[in-house]
């Protein structure tokens, strides 16, 4: 079977950044990567080399950030005051922290520590970088008429309902 629009596909993936340094790895945690294709639920850059392909095939995709995660935006980095933090617990720099901002709960990786403020970086950590992803791909099912509805995969691996 073919990856095509509402096929639930299961994957194991190497993520490195361009320079090969490792960034994460579903086998290290033996968590295959589960997502219904052509709903936006993996990066574009990812799912489009992965449409027509089948279970059993191993390919090398590389993600320009334009089509990963993003370019970093310099003006990203705010100064805040940590009661806007929700929990912010210990702070500490490299953190992920939630800002309640004035648009809504942002997550940011806190730059500086201050006694009022923090530094804090909404760039997404893997913004700017160029992606390399080692793909295996385990099985390629056609989606349930529910997953259709959700727009996501459910199941071992998928999204999970409360
Ligand atoms: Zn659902």
Redesign the pocket.
């Known amino acids: 079977m073919e990856i095509a629009r509402h096929k639930v596909v299961t994957f194991h993936y190497v993520l490195t950044d361009e320079a090969g340094e490792r960034i994460e790895s579903s086998e290290e945690t033996g968590r295959p990567a589960v997502y219904l294709h052509g709903r936006n639920n993996l990066l574009p850059g990812l799912e489009a080399e992965l449409a027509g392909r089948r279970a059993g095939d191993e390919l090398k995709v590389t993600v320009l950030p334009e089509l990963g995660y993003g370019l970093r935006v310099d003006d990203a980095v705010r100064r805040v005051p940590i009661k806007h933090l929700v929990q912010p617990g210990k702070l500490a720099v490299g953190k992920t922290v939630v800002v309640n901002t004035t648009s809504g709960y942002r997550q940011a990786i806190v730059t500086k520590v201050g006694r009022f403020n923090v530094d804090v970086d909404f760039n997404h950590p893997l913004a700017g970088k160029t992606l390399v992803f080692d793909v295996k791909i385990l099985d390629v099912r056609d989606a349930t008429d529910?997953e259709i509805a959700?727009g996501?995969a459910?199941g071992p691996g998928g999204?999970k309902?409360a």
Request: charged fraction near 15%; proline fraction near 0%.
């Open positions: 529910e959700h996501h459910h999204h309902h």
